[in-house]
């Protein structure tokens, strides 16, 4: 049995899980919604305060599938009771960040100002100029703005700026003059 797969991921009061009968999964909170469609020959069961999967064989692809869907479940669960965020900082003269209403706004050392726009359930932070704060109810898509962010400028080796995640260690080089 799958060491992921096998664990019951426990449903906290406040969240309500549905399993209609195309395996689509939705998961309601107090935070929003959030739906996944799981293989069919994954089952999916509720059995009272916990989800629980099963899989028909020890085959690797049900083995796999098995720890993926368990895992995409409790992200499900977790971020629509508390959350996810990303916190990333930026190093460099005159790099600075903005956030206003479902806009950020980055002045990262080019002649123009880069802008992202906030997807649906995403919300942006700067708590500090070169501080950002990426939350959402949706791990996946926390996680793939954040590194988009972190991709238009990443940080450099020699000088170490750029846009980094925070408690991100860079490897630096020494330089030329490093002989």
């Known amino acids: 049995m799958s060491r992921i797969g096998r664990l019951p991921i426990p ?11 195309r395996n689509t999964v939705v998961v309601k909170g107090p935070k929003g919604t959030l739906s996944q469609q799981v293989n069919p020959d994954i089952k999916v069961t509720q ?3 916990e989800l629980v999967l099963e899989r028909p064989t020890d085959s690797k692809p049900h083995k796999a599938m098995h720890g993926l869907y368990r895992a995409l479940l409790h992200n499900m669960v977790v971020g629509v009771t508390s ?13 600075r ?16 100002p880069v802008v992202f726009e906030a997807p649906a359930n995403i919300t942006f932070e700067t708590p500090a100029p070169t501080q950002i704060v990426v939350k959402g109810i949706d791990k996946q898509v926390v ?17 170490g700026k750029g846009v980094k995640y925070k408690g991100e260690h860079i490897r630096r080089k020494e330089g030329k003059a490093g002989k």
């Open 143 to 159: 996680g793939s703005l954040a590194a988009d962010i972190r991709g238009t400028r990443p940080p450099e080796p020699y000088l």
């Open 97 to 112: 960040a903005s956030a206003e209403g479902g806009k950020l706004t980055l002045n990262v050392g080019y002649s123009h």
């Open 11 to 21: 449903v906290p009061a406040g969240v309500s899980v549905t399993v209609d009968d």
């Open 83 to 95: 959350g996810f965020e990303k916190s990333l900082e930026l190093v460099g003269t005159g790099y």
């Open 47 to 49: 059995q009272g305060a």
